[in-house]
């Protein structure tokens, strides 16, 4: 939901519906410059990924065409590898003031987080090596302070931070035991909280560097399952 429209998306499509609040009418919005097919029953692979608003607008991921930006007036931007992007196929994306985050699933070697800043109109990328621990992304979540990266790679859980305020880079890593990843993170104040699937909830404390883990043993705090 965008100022003044609610926006939907047909799954596994480029397919686009704009609700204008004001006038209560639906229309459809088409995307331009897709780079395959879009028809999903003929085993196409582009489509509509995820969307965040952004003011009087709505950006959109696509997993093979890139990012777009819709305004309610009816103006596309569109945004590919040439213009910046680290990879065409765009997956997680959020809004974060002037920045727009895109995480990249098949980022290996070539950029696995994409950061707009809408005020320079500039692109970054970030890959493993530089500020992230890992190349594929598997969300990306604003808090308060930090706008947090989590991974897809089943090496132990690690999460990386970008501070909202100074631009610097925080990885924490040691809470998760074998191959499993968060999946979820929820900035509390001081406290960052942390979904592990099968091995429950973990809690990290930002400042003192310190876990607690919340799991199905009655030894660490129970929850009724994980």
């Given amino acids: 939901v965008s100022d003044s429209a609610v926006w939907a998306a047909s799954e596994f499509s480029t397919g686009v519906s704009q609700l204008d609040l ?3 009418e639906w229309s459809p919005r088409r995307l331009s410059q897709l780079i ?9 692979t582009d489509y509509i990924y995820e969307m965040a608003a952004d003011g009087d607008a709505v950006w959109l991921t696509l997993t093979a ?15 590919t590898k040439k213009d910046g992007l680290a990879q065409a196929d765009s997956r997680w994306i959020a809004v974060d003031g002037e920045r727009v985050w895109v995480g990249h699933r098949n980022g290996r070697g070539a ?5 707009y800043d809408t005020a320079a109109s500039v692109w970054t990328v970030y890959s493993r090596g530089d500020a992230l621990e890992h190349d594929p992304v598997r969300k990306v ?7 947090w990266v989590l991974y897809d790679e089943w090496r132990g859980g690690s999460i990386t931070g970008y ?10 890593r040691g809470a998760i035991g ?5 999946s979820e993170a929820w900035e509390d104040g001081a406290h960052l909280w942390l979904a592990a699937g099968q091995q429950g909830v973990y809690r990290y404390h930002l400042g003192a ?18």
């Fill in 141 to 147: 979540v604003v808090g308060r302070k930090y706008v």
């Fill in 36 to 44: 395959r097919p879009t028809r999903h029953a003929d085993g196409a």
């Fill in 111 to 115: 950029g696995a987080l994409s950061m």
């Fill in 178 to 182: 074998g191959s499993e990843q968060f």
């Fill in 22 to 24: 004001r006038a209560n």
């Fill in 209 to 226: 560097g310190t876990w607690m883990h919340f799991g199905s043993e009655i030894m660490q705090r129970s929850l009724p399952s994980n």
């Fill in 163 to 172: 501070h909202r305020g100074t631009g610097e880079w925080l990885t924490i």
């Fill in 65 to 79: 065409s890139g990012v777009r930006r819709l305004s309610e007036g009816g103006s596309e931007a569109v945004y």
